[in-house]
């Protein structure tokens, strides 16, 4: 799935409008759909699409939404500058409290 395809699904949990998310937004203060029923839809998502569970801490802890992005471990195409699946400074930070 590439960062596009995922940001126009989170933005259907979210109700944004299309192609509004880029990924740098704070969750809760730009992405005011981001609630306790979104981050219900988002562990849905990432089982149905993904095969996979994300921590409910470590989404907690996420900040902005390429954050989330983050925690699939590069099972999204095209979303990490760095090497694919890698997770930035912060979050390993966060996850190691």
């Not at 590439?2 to 704070?26: C, H, M, R, Y």
């Not at 969750?27 to 569970?53: C, H, N, R, Y």
């Amino acid at each position: 799935m590439t960062k596009k395809e995922f940001l126009a699904l989170l933005e259907q949990i979210v109700e944004e409008p299309p192609g509004t998310l880029t990924g740098s937004e704070k969750l809760g203060e730009q992405v005011a759909g981001w609630d306790s029923m979104a981050v219900l839809s988002f562990i849905a998502l990432v089982d149905e699409k993904f095969g996979t569970t994300v921590s409910p801490k470590a989404i907690a802890e996420s900040e902005t939404v390429n954050d989330l992005i983050e925690l699939l471990h590069g099972k999204i195409t095209g979303a990490a500058q760095g090497r694919p699946g890698q997770l930035s400074c912060h979050v390993r930070a966060r996850l190691r409290r």
